[in-house]
């Protein structure tokens, strides 16, 4: 390996400290503390498990979270009249729906009925078309925290080639956004793009968010690129047992690449930490 490791887990905890700091200062001036409400409807596994973590983050940043569980027979009416609740209550500066939400409910109803300034997960369209005018708005964390783990390693980006692979509402199209915003001349790569391995290899920055194990491998990744790997794959490895990969090929990429993310401990803790700063964001823009 010769590629340096970009630390996410380590970036994470120091942003998350400095901004338990902020917490405290914006409560001492404000008389009272950001408030978060995550919204979880049904019994996903992996979202329980999201939520939960969460919560705890929001905790140590001293962020009041305020959880709602509904059950996963919740219809769209009722979910929407929960959305509205939030709007309106004055301690609440953030709201998230876990996604996905079963199969009953249009998440896109949902996001859409989120108030464009509670929206800290960045997916309302009023901030997607924000981000995508370069106006100020709220970014979606995992891409946010993906161009914080760049900057870590390549503060100036003016002129780069970067490679995007996947269009996700989530992660692709607004990760593209943002690059272009930082002076990056940006390509958006898909599954139906035509010799992807060509195409990654112009990359001096890949990022890989297609959810689709090890699909990168060393020879799609430019000598010297910053690989970042936004893919979550829990695979089989010994009989019985499992392991988490990325969306990059780790071994055969960290051999090429100047500087690369693990899975884990790359960009997962990153989400977190960019939702705690989003909703102090909006905080201090309620306070006025
Ligand atoms: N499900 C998986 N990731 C996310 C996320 O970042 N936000 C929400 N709301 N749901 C998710």
Redesign the pocket.
């Known amino acids: 390996m010769s590629a340096a490791l970009i630390d996410g887990k380590a970036v994470a905890a120091s942003l998350r400290e400095r901004i338990a700091d902020d917490v405290a200062d914006f409560a001492a001036s404000a008389g009272r503390v950001p408030g978060l409400a995550v919204v979880l409807v049904g019994d996903d596994a992996?979202?329980a498990v999201?939520v939960r973590n969460k919560a705890a983050a929001c905790a140590a940043a001293g962020i009041a979270g305020h959880e709602h569980r509904l059950p996963a027979d919740t219809s769209e009416e009722a979910l929407l009249a929960v959305v509205l609740g939030l709007n309106a209550d004055p301690s609440v500066d953030g709201i998230?729906?876990?996604?996905?939400l079963p199969p009953q409910i249009d998440a896109s109803r949902i996001l859409a009925a989120i108030s464009a300034d509670k929206d800290v997960?960045g997916?309302h369209a009023t901030n997607a078309g924000r981000l995508a005018t370069g106006l100020p708005g709220f970014v979606?964390?995992?891409p946010l925290g993906c161009l914080h783990l760049i900057r870590s390693v390549g503060p100036d980006l003016r002129g780069a080639e970067a490679v995007v692979i996947g269009r996700s509402n989530?992660v692709g199209k607004p990760m593209a956004a943002l690059l272009l915003g930082a002076d990056c001349t940006v390509t958006i790569a898909h599954s139906r793009t035509r010799d992807l391995p060509e195409v990654a290899r112009r990359a001096d920055i890949l990022v890989a968010a297609v959810g689709r194990p090890e699909m990168v491998r060393g020879d799609w990744v430019k000598p010297g690129a910053i690989v970042i790997d936004v893919g979550i794959n829990r695979i089989a490895s010994t009989p019985g047992r499992t392991k988490l990969v990325g969306d990059v090929h780790f071994a055969e990429a960290s051999a090429v690449a100047r500087a690369i993310t693990p899975v884990p401990g790359g960009v997962g803790p990153m989400?977190i930490a960019m939702?705690l700063a989003n909703t102090l964001e909006a905080a201090r823009r309620h306070a006025g």
């Open positions: 992996a979202s999201y998230l729906v876990q996604l996905p997960d997916f979606p964390c995992t989530i989400t939702l």
